[in-house]
Nanobody, 121 residues
């Protein structure tokens, strides 16, 4: 079992920045690929980005160049640095852990509870 807890969400103006954290506990953090997803009201949960155990990243086109995922395997924590935020980035952001780096929700076995990000125009 892996427990994931997100933090760092909040309200920010368009053009601003936020950094989300995802703290993991339980089984070996380095065994897992990690991902970020988000869900806006009335919409499906969508892929944001993923990072392999070794640090290879992949992003959705909508956030590429603005968001950066990193992980600290000593602190068992993953981060999502979000810059140049837009109102359309408003959503609940979830972190997830799984065996493969994938864009698919079904590829992840463990999920956090989510943290709200609101970007005002």
């Amino acid at each position: 079992q892996v427990q994931l807890v997100e933090s760092g969400g909040g309200l920010v103006q368009a053009g601003g920045s936020l950094r989300l954290s995802c703290a993991a506990s339980g089984r070996t953090f380095t065994s897992y690929a990690m991902g970020w997803f988000r869900q806006a009201p009335g919409k499906e949960r969508e892929f944001v980005g993923t990072i392999s155990w070794s640090g290879t990243t992949y992003y959705a086109d909508s956030v590429k160049g603005r968001f950066t995922i990193s992980r600290d395997n000593v602190k068992n924590t993953m981060y999502l640095q979000m810059n140049s935020l837009k109102p359309e980035d408003t959503a609940v952001y979830y972190c997830a852990a799984g065996r493969l780096t994938t864009t698919l929700r079904t590829g992840y076995d463990y999920w956090g509870q989510g943290t709200q990000v609101t970007v005002s125009s």
